[in-house]
Nanobody, 114 residues
Framework: QVQLVESGGGLVQAGGSLRLSCTAS????????MGWYRQAPGKQRELVARISTGGTTNYADSVMGRFTISRDNAKNTLYLQMNSLKPEDTAVYYC????????WGQGTQVTVSS
């Protein structure tokens, strides 16, 4: 079983920056496609960004140009650099791994004040 633990969430002002981290254990991290998802109050969970085993990235239109997803296979860690944050970015952010099964972290709260 793969365990994913997110960190780095918190309260920031609009226009600020935050970096989320997700550390994986219990498997071969370098072989997993990884992603960040978020769920805002009253809304469905949505894809924010994803990165393949080869480093190819994709972003939701709403975060393109502001967020950057990256991975450090030596540290078994996934990152999400979030710049120019907006109140509409407020959500619980979840780390996701596609291994033999799909695995999810517990989520970390990001709140952006106006």
């Amino acid at each position: 079983q793969v365990q994913l633990v997110e960190s780095g969430g918190g309260l920031v002002q609009a226009g600020g920056s935050l970096r989320l981290s997700c550390t994986a254990s219990g498997g071969a991290f370098s072989t997993y496609a990884m992603g960040w998802y978020r769920q805002a109050p009253g809304k469905q969970r949505e894809l924010v960004a994803r990165i393949s085993t080869g480093g190819t990235t994709n972003y939701a239109d709403s975060v393109m140009g502001r967020f950057t997803i990256s991975r450090d296979n030596a540290k078994n860690t996934l990152y999400l650099q979030m710049n120019s944050l907006k109140p509409e970015d407020t959500a619980v952010y979840y780390c996701h791994a596609r291994a033999e099964w799909n695995y999810w972290g517990q989520g970390t709260q990001v709140t952006v004040s106006s």
